[in-house]
């Protein structure tokens, strides 16, 4: 699992520069990760990654720490 | 908690009371946009008027819907509502619906934890076995968690809502969640 290619998804979505998202970042460090972004950005990760999501880790992810958890429980 | 249907990590699920009615839940369903893409946006709302609603729905054993408030569970707080309606028992089918009114709980997951924990009420407790959602084409938040959550779309009515924002008409997008569908998916979660 590459951190830095997640970042770099991360940040192209939330438009900011790749060295501002960090493994503990919330949505609260970024003022467009609102719920519309949040969920532009689960379905950008299951396109990136060939994965579906269940809904309980849909549920689950809050973070970039819970997407990286989330990806490494899948086996990315 | 108090009284919960249902709970996730963040939010829980319960019947309404009549301390929701007497809060701010009147008030989200006269907001213009937090109504826009509502089929009942039309007409203002009030406190009495919300008082009748709970009435109505006091004995979900009665009814062919299943209203729920949404509940920050660290909180305490009411911050929506959602509801399985138009519930068919031999068919086993219903619509879905729910509001994040509370504006302060818009930004964060809130949504996804109670769209999760509905579907699973629809499924698992209630044992349906197709849960119908209705939404406008142009309103995105409805399009993408659908399609997150893995919805079929299953047809469409050209130009059905009106949109007092824009003054135009569009396409209502009608989708279907299969109980058989969504078990492979997610039973292995359970």
Partial sequence: MNEEDLFLLISSLLNVETQEVKIDSTPDDFSNWDSFKHMELLLAIEDKYSIKLTDIQIAKIKTVQDIYNTLIDIGI | ?190
């Fill in chain 2, 1 to 190: 908690m108090y009284n919960p249907y249902s709970a996730g990590e963040i939010v829980y699920l319960r019947h309404p009371t009549i301390e929701d009615v007497e809060g701010s839940w009147h008030e989200w369903l006269s907001d213009e946009e937090l109504t826009r893409w509502f089929a009942e946006r039309n007409f203002p709302n009030s406190k009495e008027a919300q008082l009748e609603f709970f009435k109505s729905n006091s004995n979900p054993n009665l009814s062919n819907r299943i209203l729920l408030s949404i509940v920050d569970k660290e909180k305490d707080i009411h911050i929506g509502v959602c509801s399985l309606s138009r519930i068919n028992w031999v068919h086993r089918s219903c619509d879905l619906a729910f509001i994040i009114g509370n504006k302060d709980y818009q930004k964060g997951p809130f949504m996804m934890e109670s769209f999760t924990l509905l579907i699973r009420i629809a499924f698992l407790r209630l044992n349906l076995r197709i849960i119908k959602s209705h939404y406008s084409l142009d309103n995105k938040h409805s399009v993408l968690i659908h399609k997150l959550f893995k919805f079929v779309e299953v047809g469409s009515i050209p130009n059905y809502y009106y949109d007092p924002k824009t003054g135009s008409y569009t396409d209502e997008l009608i989708s279907i969640l299969n109980r058989e569908n969504w078990m492979k998916e997610n039973c292995s979660s359970n």
